[in-house]
């Protein structure tokens, strides 16, 4: 599987999630990130608004050691001064269940190459998902007239979808659909269960 690619579908999931980048990091050519994989090198910040940082590390060794993962996000945790960063790991292979535990004690996102190859947004059949904010959580659940968020239908917070765009358990997702006999758009709205 290509590192390259899977730098590409990168760069996209940190813009989709409203960060910006240096342009320099959409400049490089497959082979600079070869070589910058071959020596544990491959690394992205972005940034939103003037205190939120997301960094993105690629591990790429073919068997990484979980106390190296730990002291690699603690490193990055304190060198950053900004008040919310977000840590994303990406690794060569599936990492294993001790490593997928750093997600929950971090609240890090772990992902493998393989996983970042395509785009899950770009696919025709992926209707395009919105995270709703907490204000109008209310006004949803009032128009359909439920108490309780866990009434909607259930997405799954290990969904691919739910995963790029990093949505979290307790979270109403909008889906946007179109209806094949009309022109109108349908929405749809889903409750991130864990």
């Known amino acids: 599987m290509s590192v390259f690619k899977s730098w590409q579908v990168i760069l996209e999931l940190i813009h989709d999630r409203g960060y910006t980048y240096e342009a320099a990091y959409s400049k490089l ?9 071959s020596t544990n090198n491959l690394n992205l910040i972005g940034k939103r608004g003037v205190n939120e940082v997301v960094y993105v590390s690629y591990l790429l060794d073919e068997k990484v050691r979980l106390q190296y993962a730990k002291d690699l996000i603690e490193t990055i945790y304190a060198s950053s001064d900004t008040l919310r960063i977000r840590i994303i790991l990406v690794f060569n292979m599936k990492p294993n269940p001790s490593i997928k535990k750093l ?11 393989t996983e970042l190859q395509i785009n899950p947004t ?3 059949l992926v209707p395009q998902h919105t995270l709703i904010k907490k204000e109008d959580q209310r006004a ?4 359909y007239n439920i108490l ?5 239908p259930a997405i799954k917070e290990n969904d ?22 009309k022109d109108a758009d349908i929405y749809k709205y889903r409750y991130v269960a864990g």
Do not use: P
Request: overall charge positive; glycine content about 4%; hydrophobic content about 40%.
């Open 29 to 37: 050519t497959k082979s600079d990130i070869q070589v910058m994989a």
């Open 140 to 143: 949803i659940m009032a128009n």
């Open 160 to 181: 691919i979808i739910c995963r790029y765009y990093n949505f979290k358990k307790g979270d109403i997702i909008k889906i946007k659909g179109t209806c094949r006999n």
């Open 122 to 124: 770009k696919h025709m």
């Open 103 to 113: 997600e929950k004690l971090y609240n890090i996102q772990v992902f493998w190459k």
């Open 148 to 152: 309780l968020k866990s009434q909607l």
